[in-house]
């Protein structure tokens, strides 16, 4: 089965640092178009980072130079490190594959 | 950045009606390749976001072909032919032409 499973989230403290993990399995992580898209709370859908398979990567201007895609292929798993982190980046994470699925979310809180 | 319009908002629709969701970007979506580089999401209540329809026509894996997509250019359609009830929630489309990718603000299905 392709599923997508996140995690990482929790509660930060403004300028702090997280990392969200996004675990696949079914498909090769490394062989997609993988994104990471938010959803504020009672909000719309915000694209923020992908990777292509050729490995370019590219960002929303809200989070470029605080936010870093990557991947790790021994371990089939997305990543997105988050730095500096302001209140306004709440919201639940998605990782997805360009095709899906979509993963379940994990919720990033920033607060003090 | 290309700007994404959906219309209506929100719509209520009588089970067994058609229903249609109308997608507007601020540029041309069409690639070099030939395609129109569109995608339709649905997010059910409580859930993550489902890829319903890639490159403005292909349903994705398992989506029933009571969903359509169609258009080119700027302006782009969703339709369904027969709405059930298990279709309410959230529908949006996505530009993928340019980075960033962005999302309409969203268009809310309710069943009459």
């Known amino acids: 089965e392709v599923q997508l499973v996140e995690s990482g989230g929790g509660l930060v403290q403004p300028g702090g640092s997280l990392r969200l993990s996004c675990a696949a399995s079914g498909f090769t992580v490394s062989n997609n178009y993988m994104k990471w898209v938010r959803q504020a709370p009672g909000k719309g859908l915000e694209w923020v980072s992908l990777?292509?398979?050729?490995?370019?990567?590219y960002y929303a201007d809200s989070v470029k130079g605080r936010f870093t895609i990557s991947r790790d292929s021994s371990k089939n798993t997305l990543f997105l490190q988050m730095n500096t982190l302001k209140t306004e980046d709440t919201a639940v994470y998605y990782c997805a594959r360009d095709v899906g699925p979509w993963g379940q979310g994990t919720l990033v809180t920033v607060s003090s | 950045d290309i700007v994404m319009t959906q219309s209506p908002l929100s719509l209520s629709v009588t089970p067994g009606e058609p229903a249609s969701i109308s997608c507007r970007s601020s540029q041309s979506l069409l690639h070099s390749g030939g395609y129109n580089s569109l995608e339709w999401f649905l997010q059910k209540p409580g859930q993550s976001p489902l890829l319903l329809i890639h490159l403005t026509s292909n349903r994705a894996s398992g989506v029933p072909d009571r969903f359509s997509g169609s258009g080119s250019g700027t302006d782009f359609t969703l339709k369904i032919n027969r709405v059930e009830a298990e279709d309410v929630g959230v529908y949006y489309c996505m530009q993928g032409l340019q980075t960033p990718h962005t999302f309409g603000q969203g268009t809310k299905l309710e069943i009459k």
């Open positions: 990777i292509y398979s050729g490995g370019s990567t």
